[in-house]
């Protein structure tokens, strides 16, 4: 029986390094088409409903609108997770002026839980965010950063709490 | 005479008139801190809300609380401290915060659901520029918050 290695994902935060591995068994179109779009680079920014997590918006041409592949039920989030997370602008509320002019309303992003609480807080219990309808709101698990998380990287993430955003590049680790 | 106070954020100032009627024994004790000056934090779990640390002995009476915090609310209640600090603390499993609402999609939760807060005080002017200036902080950093009693 041979095994298959993991495809890895190297995250750099502002000089401070992550690799994480790709769920493919698990989550396999979502992981190809997140694999074809790296690099990504962004200006990651810190949540502010769901604990201890930092988005980076997919920009232009790296944007995904991808199907749900995975049930809902089994994206439950830990600290580590990275997931894809797309909503569409008919759920957006509010202003969002913290996030760039694209993504005032329609959002599509890598969600990386750096630490716990992980998905806890308003988001886990707004209504209007649990249609998980393809076009609408996605949500997918598709990696995790490799244990143990450097302590350094978990702390670049939490200073963007206070610093504001932070330099992100997610590319393959090969 | 309603009593107002007078909340700077980084460049921006706004007036907060006092719920004495409804919330005496927060409004006094929250008259008692004053004046306050610290790094305002962004929520990180609330949505939009913005909060300062109280002195941890301080005690928050239950009174005027909601769970259905709308915009314009100035709020005291105990923030459970895993959404302050990195490491949950196991001498202090929650703080005492003084924090405002600034837009909808907001609601105060703990780790098991919504979290009931006294509502002690309402912006009345300025509310428009804390929307800009708290999205700015969470892009750019995050600034001092002073909130003062005007006489």
Redesign the interface.
């Known amino acids: 029986m041979t095994t298959v290695p993991k495809r890895k994902l190297l995250l750099d935060m502002d000089g401070a390094t992550a690799t994480a591995s790709l769920f493919d068994e698990y989550a396999p179109k979502t992981c190809e088409a997140i694999w074809n779009i790296l690099p990504v680079t962004g200006r990651s920014?810190?949540?502010?409903?769901?604990?201890?997590?930092m988005m980076l918006h997919l920009e232009g041409d790296k944007i995904l609108r991808l199907p749900q592949e995975v049930p809902v039920h089994s994206n439950y989030i830990y600290e580590g997770d990275i997931h894809y997370f797309y909503r569409a602008s008919s759920l957006s509320?509010?202003?969002?002026?913290?996030y760039s002019a694209q993504f005032q309303r329609e959002l599509s992003e890598f969600a990386i839980f750096y630490?716990?609480?992980a998905g806890?807080?308003?988001s886990?219990?707004?209504p209007p965010r649990t249609p998980y309808a393809d076009g609408i709101h996605v949500v997918c698990k598709f990696a995790a950063l490799d244990r143990p998380m450097p302590q350094a990287f978990?702390?670049k993430c939490?200073s963007a709490?206070?610093?504001?955003?932070k330099p992100l590049t997610v590319s393959r680790y090969e | 005479m309603a009593q107002k106070l007078k909340l700077t954020l980084g460049n921006v100032e706004a007036t907060i008139e006092l719920r004495t009627e409804d919330a005496p024994e927060s409004s006094k004790l929250l008259k008692s801190l004053l004046p306050l000056q610290q790094r305002a934090r962004h929520s990180m779990e609330n949505g939009r809300e913005v909060y300062i640390l109280l002195d941890p002995k301080t005690e928050v009476p239950d009174e005027n609380q909601t769970i259905y915090q709308t915009v314009g609310d100035v709020l005291l209640y105990y923030k459970p401290s895993v959404f302050v600090e990195p490491d949950w603390t196991g001498y202090a499993n929650q703080m005492p915060v003084l924090s405002w609402v600034y837009e909808r999609d907001t609601a105060i939760m703990g780790t098991y659901g919504p979290i009931a807060t006294n509502v002690v005080g309402t912006i009345i002017g300025g509310l428009e520029k804390l929307q800009t200036e708290a999205p700015r902080m969470r892009r750019e950093g995050m600034g001092t918050m002073n909130l003062s009693l005007i006489e």
């Open positions: 920014i810190h949540a502010n409903w769901s604990g201890r997590e509320r509010g202003k969002q002026l913290a630490g716990e609480p806890e807080g308003l886990a219990y707004d978990k702390m939490e709490r206070y610093e504001g955003l």
